[in-house]
């Protein structure tokens, strides 16, 4: 599951720089139009500067860890995560209400229920 994931993170990181060069490129013809003056470059420049911008800019992924994970507690909530197809346990800190998701060991029969708290 591990390698799945990574392989997956490899696709994105390629998509993003195709992107990046593809707005690179746009930037770069829009300029030429807008020295032309030509009317629509003022529109492409605009927009590939934005999504260069947001290409350049955006989060590079979600990292859920508690800043203390001394201070977990297992709250008995489990469900099958989608993205990892995994089973997971919640856990939280009771004093911030910071959460964590951990794989859980499948110990008793009938895990593979996604369960929640009432």
């Known amino acids: 599951m591990r390698f799945a994931r990574l392989s997956r993170f490899g696709r994105a990181s390629h998509l993003r720089k195709g992107l990046l060069l593809a707005a690179a490129v746009l930037v770069a013809l829009s300029m030429l139009l807008v020295a032309a003056g030509a009317a629509p470059g003022w529109w492409l420049l605009i927009n590939a500067a934005i999504l260069a911008a947001a290409l350049a800019f955006e989060r590079h992924g979600y990292d859920p860890r508690a800043p203390n994970p001394a201070a977990l507690r297992a709250t008995g ?42």
Do not use: I, K, M
């Open 77 to 118: 909530e489990r469900f099958h995560d989608p993205t990892s197809r995994e089973l997971v346990e919640v856990w939280e800190d009771p004093a911030t209400g910071a959460r964590e998701y951990r794989p859980a060991a499948r110990e008793r029969p009938g895990d593979d229920a996604p369960r929640t708290s009432a």
